[in-house]
């Protein structure tokens, strides 16, 4: 009697629990029920918490329950947001990708592009902040050119937009990242002998980025690698132009190579 009784007070007790655990809500049940308002302002009061992967999760909700209302777009730019918060860039850029492709006309696309740039810039300045203690002839500024072609994009299109000043602003900054990176990997190729290869890098940068601090130390490198090469014409033109543009450099020092005042963007 008493192991009949014993069992049943078992099986009950595994009812009550299985019970239980039914009614606890996962991340299929989050929100049921809400409206698109409420799933908004409870996404956003999330977000406002730092609790952005709970925040992601009711925007992902909103977008799937209300692909066609009035929150939907928006929710892809919070998305991105609470990404770019998390320290996930890669989804944050992801997301905005997203919502461009989908929304081109969108009234804030002036932000999508300013976002977009601002995510890939801050990447750009966590790349410099260690830049002398790294082989810049290993590493590719993609960020920066993400970011300035974003930013590009925003002036281009969207000329009378709040956020043209400051994209602006970090345009010329970026400019100055490459044309410093360009400059790392002219002297990379000086400091292991390829005098050539050091000469050809410094006149791209030259071309290219010809508004930026870096143009004299690449007229010193010039000067430096064809005097190595014994190029006396190529040296002294090189030579002749540093010293038009810029009469007291110290650039064609070997020794300036190790001044990291050239390595600033500005």
């Given amino acids: 009697m008493n192991q009949i009784l014993t069992r049943i007070l078992a099986v009950a007790c595994a009812g009550i629990l299985i019970a239980g655990c039914s009614s606890t809500p996962d991340d299929n049940d989050l929100a049921k029920g809400w409206s698109a308002d409420k799933i908004y302002s409870e996404a ?16 992902e909700k909103l977008e799937a329950r209300f692909p066609y209302g009035r929150y939907a777009q928006q929710a892809q730019l919070e998305i991105a947001y609470n990404h770019y918060k998390d320290k996930e860039p890669a989804l944050a850029l992801a ?30 300045q966590g790349f410099m902040s260690k830049v002398s203690q790294q082989d810049m002839s290993e590493r590719d500024p993609k960020s920066a050119r ?11 299109r969207y000329p009378d937009s709040k956020y043209v000043q400051d994209a602006r602003l970090r345009m010329n900054y970026l400019i100055g990242a490459i044309a410093s990176h360009e400059l790392h990997v002219a002297r990379y190729y000086y400091k292991r002998g390829a005098f050539l290869a050091a000469a050809n890098r410094a006149k791209l940068l030259i071309e290219q980025y010809g508004n930026t601090r870096q ?9 430096l690698s064809y005097d190595k090469l014994g190029m006396k014409d190529l040296r002294d033109d090189a030579k002749r132009v540093l010293q038009k543009n810029y009469p007291d450099s110290k650039a064609m020092q070997e020794n300036f190579l190790s001044d990291p005042w050239w390595w600033s963007p500005l």
């Fill in 44 to 59: 956003k009061s999330e977000q406002s918490s730092n609790n952005f992967d709970r925040s992601t999760k009711l925007f």
């Fill in 146 to 156: 993400e970011s300035f072609d974003a930013f590009r994009e925003l002036v281009n």
């Fill in 215 to 223: 143009v004299e130390g690449a007229l010193g490198l010039m000067v």
């Fill in 95 to 124: 997301a905005i990708d997203r919502f461009v492709k989908q929304y081109p006309t969108h009234p804030n696309m002036d932000y999508a592009y300013y976002f977009k740039g601002l995510v890939s810039f801050n990447e750009v």
